[in-house]
DNA sequence: CCTCTGACTATTGTTTGCTGAAGTCAGACG
DNA sequence: CGTCTGACTTCAGCAAACAATAGTCAGAGG
């Protein structure tokens, strides 16, 4: 990756909450916030599937999904089954549909270098081809680490 | 996303360090272990630059860069200076450049939805188009979130 | 009205992540 | 030989995340 010149002193601009990985990893940088985000995506929706999927208490599922929700990245929304009362599930919203990328490269990542085989494969449901995450630009040419700059926003 | 037929049943496999997002986010999940890798990005290799720009003290420094280290994410490799004694600075391995997905992903998402603007782009250095990360698969096809299918590992 | 279920909340205690301050250690340089 | 610097390590302590258990609460069904 490279830096733009004025960039190069770093020591500034990186601290203090002006980066935007920090800004993200102060919501979703708990293991569990992370872990749910992750059942949202595989379509759990009730409280207590999060729970369990995550393998995480009642307590520690109340406040993830409680601050997922105040963050924008869930929405409560109610529902009714027949003969039971109207209840809430926790459904993605637009923001937290955009972190799937974040997700999947954890996945990507996950299942090249960190241990044992996974046992379940994320794939293009179309033609079966293994899910890759990749930069590109707008033009939608692939990106390597050195095509990547850093870049004082202009305005 | 979709989950096949025999894994809708999800209460089993996801838990008990299954997933490989399970797995990566044991290794990268804490906020200053991310931004560490951040900084290896915009390429920092040296100890106290990592305690000054991600903000941490020595210690969580020392642990995380060991972690790092014996996770196979940077490698430690001894350089000199002229007129000093030989040290070692931190540099990315294959493994640790492949996690850069995730930390594009995240700026991404941090960039579009957490707060405040950032001052900071990251863009294509050839072209100046902002950088986006995207799921695709092997024939290059751009992924939505509703073409992404789960399915056991075949063999 | 009582029970049952899904969805929580509250309490207690433990573990992990982190900070701040102080100390160590190796080697270049005066 | 003593100092200085970069790169750590150690220690004490705090705060957040988390687990386990128990309790609450709303409403449908009996």
Redesign the interface.
């Known amino acids: 990756?490279?830096?733009e010149e004025r960039?190069q002193d770093?020591?500034q601009?990186?601290?203090?909450g002006?980066?935007?990985?920090?800004?993200?990893?102060?919501?979703v940088?708990?293991?569990n916030a992370?872990?749910a985000m992750?059942?949202a995506?595989?379509?759990t929706t009730r409280f207590d599937?999060f729970a369990?999927?995550?393998?995480m208490s009642p307590a520690t599922t109340s406040s993830n999904l409680k601050a997922l929700t105040e963050a924008?990245l869930l929405e409560r929304r109610p529902y009714r089954e027949a003969g039971t009362r109207t209840r809430d599930e926790y459904v993605l919203t637009e923001?937290g549909?955009?972190?799937?990328?974040?997700?999947?490269?954890?996945?990507?990542?996950?299942?090249?270098?960190?241990?044992e085989?996974?046992?379940?494969?994320?794939?293009?449901?179309?033609?079966?081809?293994?899910?890759?995450?990749?930069?590109?630009?707008?033009?939608g040419?692939q990106?390597e680490?050195?095509?990547?700059?850093?870049?004082?926003?202009s305005r």
């Not at 601009?13 to 203090?16: I, P, R, Y």
């Not at 994320?122 to 990749?134: D, K, N, S, T, W």
């Open positions: 990756m490279k830096l960039l770093r020591t601009w990186t601290t203090a002006r980066c935007p990985v920090e800004r993200a990893m102060g919501l940088g708990s293991r992370m872990l992750r059942e995506f595989y379509g599937d369990e999927r995550v393998g924008g923001a549909v955009d972190l799937m990328p974040v997700v999947l490269a954890l996945f990507a990542w996950g299942s090249r270098h960190a241990g085989t996974p046992g379940v494969d994320v794939v293009h449901a179309g033609c079966g081809e293994a899910v890759e995450v990749r930069a590109t630009c707008a033009g040419h990106l680490s050195d095509d990547v700059e850093l870049r004082v926003r």
